[in-house]
Every structure is written in C-alpha cells, then in structure tokens.
C-alpha cells in the first residue's frame, strides 16, 4: 500500500514562509504527476499547484510568483515553498500524487497539514 504523510504546516504571520512536505512511501515504482490541493471550511478543494513526471508546472493564478512546487524523485517527496504568505492562504493543505505501484496506478491523498497565516 502507498501512504502519503504531509508535514510542515504551521501558525505564521502575514509575510511569513513555510514549506511543506509529501513524502510517499510504500511499493512504488514510479511517481508520475503531484499536486497540492487546499480546503477551507464550506468550500471546494482548489488544486494550488501541480508539477508533472516532466516537471511542467502550473499554479493557481493567486499563488503565482510566491509559491514554488518541487519533487525529490530519489526520494519520493513532493514540496510547497509558500513566501509572502497571506491570511487568504489560510486552509488545510491536502498532497495528491499519481502512483504506480506494485498493485497498478492510481491516485492517492495525503491527510492534510494545516497552514494558518495569521498576526
């Protein structure tokens, strides 16, 4: 079984940096494309950013030029840099990856990790 673990959110205040990681583990033969999706109560979950098996990247218009995804493939392990973090970045922040492991591919989530920007 693949399992997805998020870490690295935190409080911090407007302005601030955080970065978060996804580490995937289990049988896995490959990690195609990975995203970070975010979700604030009462709202849909809104993909923030994504980075393909080529490294094309995309992001959400609102987070273009302060967040930055990247991928450790040796390592299985996604990240988010978020600089110049606003309250409106506040949401629980949800890894996504497309795995193909022993078992065949498919998608899997992390639990989430909270990020709150806040003074």
């Known amino acids: 079984q693949v399992q997805l673990v998020e870490s690295g959110g935190a409080l911090v205040q407007p302005g601030g940096s955080l970065r978060l990681s996804c580490a995937a583990s289990g049988n896995i033969l490959s990690i195609n494309a990975m995203g970070w999706y975010r979700q604030t109560p009462g709202k849909q979950r809104e993909l923030v950013a994504s980075i393909t098996g080529s490294d094309t990247t995309n992001y959400l218009d609102s987070v273009k030029g302060r967040f930055t995804i990247s991928r450790d493939n040796a390592k299985n392990t996604g990240y988010l840099q978020m600089n110049s973090l606003r309250p409106e970045d506040t949401a629980v922040y949800y890894c996504?990856?497309?795995?193909?492991?022993?078992?065949?591919?498919?998608?899997?989530w992390g639990q989430g990790t909270q990020v709150t920007v806040s003074s």
């Open positions: 996504n990856a497309d795995v193909t492991s022993i078992i065949g591919r498919r998608d899997y």
